[in-house]
């Protein structure tokens, strides 16, 4: 057996919660993910939450916990591309700037966790409003600590090969 990604979350005082999608069988599907919540209250409730969180990842798919967790190198790019459409149609650089902020905002409710428009509810809470009330009913403040989400085939290098040459070379022509 070779294990190609492997993760793990811990807590001091909470859960680590978990969900897999399409499951085939106990513990295995097309999908899995772990969340971590570190709380001291009740710990049924904290593990409902973080069920409910394990879904909300696996269908929204964020890239980091907030925007302090994401890639330097990506948010520059995003803020690029911004600006030169933005430069492209002419708006002057000072307007550039307000208008590049207000989009990575949006930006950052796609990618970012806490950010996101929270799936259990159609109110329109974000993940951080959801996790806010919810620590009524669990007793105590609720911080997530992790996510990890993996697809099944997500990360495999896949071969590129040119159909018809192998078909010239295996027919002998050029």
């Known amino acids: 057996m070779t294990l190609r990604r492997a993760a793990s979350l811990e807590v001091g ?25 570190e709380s001291t209250g ?21 890239q980091a916990l907030d925007p302090s967790g994401l890639d330097p190198a990506i948010v520059k790019r995003e803020k690029d591309v911004l600006a ?6 002419g708006k002057p650089e000072n307007v550039i700037e307000k208008i590049v902020e207000s989009g990575l905002k949006t930006y950052y409710k796609e990618v970012c966790l806490l950010e996101q428009a929270f799936i259990h509810d159609s109110g329109g809470k974000s993940v951080a409003q959801a996790v806010k009330e919810a620590e009524g009913k669990i007793g ?35």
């Open 42 to 62: 009740k710990t049924d409730e904290l593990a409902t939450l973080g069920r409910q969180l394990a879904m909300h990842v696996a269908a929204a798919n964020p």
């Open 84 to 89: 030169d459409k933005y430069r492209q149609q």
């Open 140 to 174: 105590a403040p609720v911080k997530i600590t992790g996510f990890v989400r993996y697809a099944l085939g997500e990360g495999i290098e896949k071969q590129e090969s040119d159909f018809a040459a192998e078909v010239a070379a295996a027919s002998g022509k050029k």
């Open 13 to 37: 005082k909470g859960v680590v919660s978990s969900y897999v999608h399409n499951a085939v069988i106990e513990g295995a599907g097309k999908m899995g993910v772990i969340v971590a919540l």
